[in-house]
């Protein structure tokens, strides 16, 4: 049988006492469980690394993303995010029966859902681009909403619809601030300003930078050879990554400006081989734009 340490907790829904129907003969749990699945119905859920309001948030949620519940347990459910595969506990509260398979997704960098097809009528709901949405009629320049509400037609596409890009998409969150855990428009850190804008154009991309750098593109052959850069490199440290915007420019989100920014690569390479070391990888994807 395969040992606990063997899989990966980030990714997998196990624990001692439960764990995944799907991992059974792969893992040791005192029981194991199917999943239910329910819906975000906030704008965000953090997803915490214990069932405490005041846990570690590992990642987010967005509005209308799939949480498959393995348990509920009081205020908490634990799960796995369909997304991405991400495991950890979000508030009950958050969560609501499915409304439906998404069939739009929002591409604006915000937007809001109104209680009305009026831009006046309040309280508006504030999305992040990526939320996923269930539409069920058109109301002049607004969609109707499975479960009420209407939103602006022009701020979504249909849910198979990618943009081409992710280097452009990636510049829309400059300015950002930065959010550990974050990975929506108003709080983000560096994977989550990667992994939104890889969803966007319809590339799969996991949540954390290990996990990025593993599984996104090819390695370039020299990691401390920047004179090769291009538009869309991804460029790897020990816990962080970023993006080239061109051969001298670096797209992410960091602690250092607490925002999402650009700078000459040289000067990040400089500054963070004083505090987490050198640059670990260069990942090449297809090229972008």
């Known amino acids: 049988m395969t040992t606990k340490s063997a899989l990966d907790k980030r990714l997998n ?44 948030m590992d990642t987010e949620l967005l509005f209308g993303e799939t949480f498959r519940v393995y348990e509920t347990e009081g205020d908490w459910c634990w799960g796995q995010s369909a997304q991405d595969d991400y495991v950890g506990y979000v508030s009950a509260n958050l969560l609501r029966s499915p409304q439906g ?25 504030p999305l992040s681009m990526n939320a996923k949405l269930v539409v069920t009629g058109a109301a002049g320049k607004f969609v109707e909403l499975a479960g009420g509400g209407y939103i602006v037609s022009a701020h979504l596409s249909k849910i198979d619809t990618y943009a081409s890009d992710y280097v452009a998409v990636a510049e829309e969150f400059l300015g950002v601030p930065y959010l550990w855990g974050g990975r929506d428009a108003r709080g983000l850190d560096c994977s989550g300003l990667v992994q939104m804008s890889m969803e966007r154009c319809g590339i799969a991309c996991l949540r954390d930078t290990d996990l990025q750098e593993a599984t996104l593109g090819d390695a370039l052959s020299d990691p401390q050879d920047l004179s090769s850069l291009q538009r869309g ?5 020990r816990g962080h990554v ?41 990942r090449r994807l297809k090229a972008s734009g």
């Not at 398979?101 to 709901?125: C, E, G, M, Q, W």
């Not at 490199?233 to 440290?237: A, G, K, N």
């Not at 963070?272 to 050198?278: F, V």
């Open 233 to 237: 490199d991804l460029i790897f440290w």
């Open 242 to 282: 970023g993006i080239m915007v061109d051969r001298d420019t670096l797209l992410h989100a960091n602690a250092t400006h607490m925002r999402t920014v650009k700078e000459p690569i040289a000067e990040a390479v400089r500054r963070i081989d004083k505090s987490d070391g050198p640059v670990t990888s260069i």
């Open 101 to 125: 398979a998404a069939t739009h997704r929002v591409v604006a960098l915000r937007t809001f859902i109104y209680p009305d097809a009026d831009i006046k009528s309040r309280p508006a709901t």
């Open 13 to 56: 829904p196990y624990r001692a006492d439960l764990a995944a129907a799907y991992l059974r003969g792969e893992v040791e749990a005192d029981r194991f469980a199917e999943s239910e699945d329910f819906q975000v119905a906030a704008p965000r859920a953090p997803l915490l690394r214990r069932a405490e309001n005041d846990a570690p």
